[in-house]
Nanobody, 124 residues
């Protein structure tokens, strides 16, 4: 099992930037795709971004394209989500996820391991 620990959340104002980190345990981090999801109050958890094993391929939900950037440092077993031009509608608990089966994707069921989440609150 992969243990994932998110950090970097907080309270910011609209237009600000924030960088989330997700540290993974284990020696095989570079072998599985990673994803970020978020869950706003009263809503279902939704896909935000995903990155391939090498980091060469990324995918984003439309609402964050051009504002968020997912990246990874396999030497540090860490995946990042750089968020800029934040909006109140970005307020949510952000979760990172790993797919030990090596495929990843936009759906929650495609991931095998999840972190506990970090709260991001954007005030207007």
């Amino acid at each position: 099992q992969v243990q994932l620990v998110e950090s970097g959340g907080g309270l910011v104002q609209a237009g600000d930037s924030l960088r989330l980190s997700c540290a993974a345990s284990g020696r095989t981090f570079s072998t599985y795709p990673m994803g970020w999801f978020r869950q706003a109050p009263g809503k279902e958890r939704q896909f935000v971004a995903t990155i391939s094993r090498s980091g060469s391929s990324t995918d984003y939900t439309d609402s964050v394209k051009g504002r968020f950037t997912i990246s990874r440092d396999n030497a540090k077993n860490t995946v990042y989500l750089q968020m800029s031009s934040l909006k109140p509608e970005d307020t949510a608990v952000y979760f990172c996820a790993a797919d030990q089966r090596g495929r990843g994707g936009r759906q929650q069921y495609q991931y095998t391991d999840w972190g506990q989440g970090t709260q991001v609150t954007v005030s207007s």
